[in-house]
């Protein structure tokens, strides 16, 4: 222990930034000298389900009034990331607000929100506004219904570069829409929707983004998915959707596609023509192709073929009511596949 404490508090907070937060905190009762060292980490990450091994609310209670009093009196000039979950019990929305706000001012480049308290009673969350004009933002994850967007005429992202949107909800139509068009270097994009999120159609048009993720439940609206980015090079679709409409321009710099569909996708394979790898699941669920391949769930399933493979399967699949089993067998067979 001598021979630690000896060492710069300097090098020690290098130390102490590869530990979990929860654990950095633990060491300032070892002695005066660490009493504040663990305030100097660039990188804080709170999560009740870690931090919080009594559920009580009072527990809970004193575990937010601890961010409440030490996140201000922080001493980091920069806070690099700063990660927020709450799954056990609810958060005022001005705490939110006063947290986000202080990573903000103290040049934050990750932000991570993860709120999966689900009472009803539970108010929804609201960002600051100074959030959306954080330059020096690159990172942006948020997660949970009770998580409100509402984007200001106001935002400006220019070092976005990776935004994930997991079952948010959206103050209007129009709110991603006006997000993604202003987030000018944004690469990676991943979209989880939520059948109550106040989103209808979605569209991407960002020229910038090489990876774009989607997820779409079944009960989700069926109005078109308008996609532009003519340099994505990885697209993956989860469309659990009866009926589904894509208008995507063509990907010429596309390298993989991951699809996972109800239904064939035929739209959506008119855009996917350039790859390198594809793997496409189609769920079929009407007696009819249940009949035609003798199947009930997943009727073939094909990963990281060939252009030359994924024509032989595709060609005949545009017309897949109308062709029998054992032809489609053998079209499987013929590049080593099995169903």
């Avoid at 201000?72 to 990331?81: N, T, V």
């Avoid at 993720?213 to 994505?232: N, R």
């Avoid at 394979?269 to 769920?283: I, N, Y």
């Avoid at 669920?285 to 399933?301: A, D, K, Q």
């Amino acid at each position: 222990m001598a021979r630690i404490s000896g060492l710069s508090d300097e090098l020690l907070v290098k130390i102490l930034s590869f530990l979990p937060t929860k654990e950095a905190v633990s060491t300032s009762v070892l002695s005066k000298q660490w009493e504040f060292l663990w305030m100097w980490l660039p990188k804080l990450e709170y999560d009740d389900y870690d931090h919080v091994t009594d559920r009580s609310e009072s527990a809970l209670q004193t575990y937010r009034d601890f961010i409440a009093k030490n996140l201000p009196l922080h001493r980091a000039p920069i806070i690099e990331s700063l990660s927020l979950g709450f799954r056990l019990g609810s958060l005022q929305p001005e705490d939110l607000k006063s947290w986000v706000g202080i990573a903000v001012s103290r040049r934050g480049r990750e932000l991570s929100i993860c709120y999966l308290y689900y009472w009803d009673e539970s108010p929804q969350l609201l960002l600051p506004c100074s959030l959306y004009t954080c330059k020096s933002l690159v990172t942006l994850k948020l997660e949970g219904e009770k998580i409100l967007v509402d984007v200001p005429s106001t935002v400006c992202l220019p070092s976005l570069k990776t935004l994930q949107l997991e079952r948010v909800t959206y103050s209007n139509e129009d709110s991603l829409r006006l997000l993604l068009s202003y987030c000018p270097v944004l690469e990676d994009l991943s979209i989880v929707r939520d059948e109550n999120d106040n989103l209808r159609a979605v569209v991407v048009i960002v020229s910038s983004l090489q990876r774009l993720s989607l997820e779409i439940p079944g009960l989700c609206s069926s109005d078109a998915y308008v996609i532009v980015t003519p340099y994505l090079k990885y697209f993956k679709v989860v469309d659990y959707r009866e009926s589904m409409s894509y208008l995507i321009e063509q990907l010429p710099e596309l390298e993989e596609a991951d699809i996972v569909v109800l239904q064939y996708p035929e739209n959506l394979l008119e855009s996917v023509t350039f790859f390198k790898r594809l793997s496409l699941r189609v769920l079929f669920n009407s007696p009819r192709e249940v009949i035609c391949f003798h199947m009930s769930t997943s009727c073939f399933l094909l990963h990281y073929l060939t252009q030359n493979q994924i024509f032989l399967i595709l060609n005949p699949l545009l017309l897949c009511c109308h062709v029998c089993r054992l032809c489609f067998v053998m079209v499987l067979s013929s590049i080593g596949l099995k169903i």
